[in-house]
């Protein structure tokens, strides 16, 4: 059993920035990939970033490609996105998730336990 607790989100305007944080605890955190979802009102989820269980490689989708960075700290069983250059499309529910995985991964069905989520609001 995984527990996920993310933190951070909030109000802030276009062009803002944020820091989620999702802390894991459970199991060993350096042996699962690490990834970030969201969830806007009436869409589906969608891939954000993930990080592998080194933190040596990461993946983005291509909307937050060159903006957000997903980090982690292994020593802490943390997880991080940075969220710079915010726009009112970023607006959603952030979820962090785990996948035990050898690589990292976009694929929703790869991961197997997810956080409650944050919301994150981006005012234009």
């Known amino acids: 059993q995984v527990q996920l607790v993310e933190s951070g989100g909030g109000l802030v305007q276009a062009g803002g920035s944020l820091r989620l944080s999702c802390a894991a605890s459970?199991?060993?955190?350096?042996?699962?990939?690490m990834g970030w979802f969201r969830q806007a009102p009436g869409r589906v989820r969608e891939f954000v970033a993930a990080v592998s269980r080194s933190g040596g490689s990461t993946y983005y989708a291509n909307s937050v490609l060159g903006r957000f960075t997903i980090s982690r700290d292994n020593a802490k069983n943390t997880v991080y996105l940075q969220m710079n250059s915010l726009k009112p499309e970023d607006t959603a529910v952030y979820y962090c998730?785990?996948?035990?995985?050898?690589?990292?991964?976009?694929?929703?069905?790869?991961?197997?336990?997810w956080g409650q989520g944050t919301q994150v609001t981006v005012s234009s």
């Open positions: 998730a785990t996948a035990l995985v050898r690589a990292v991964s976009q694929k929703v069905e790869d991961y197997d336990y």
């Open positions: 459970g199991r060993p955190f350096s042996t699962y990939v």
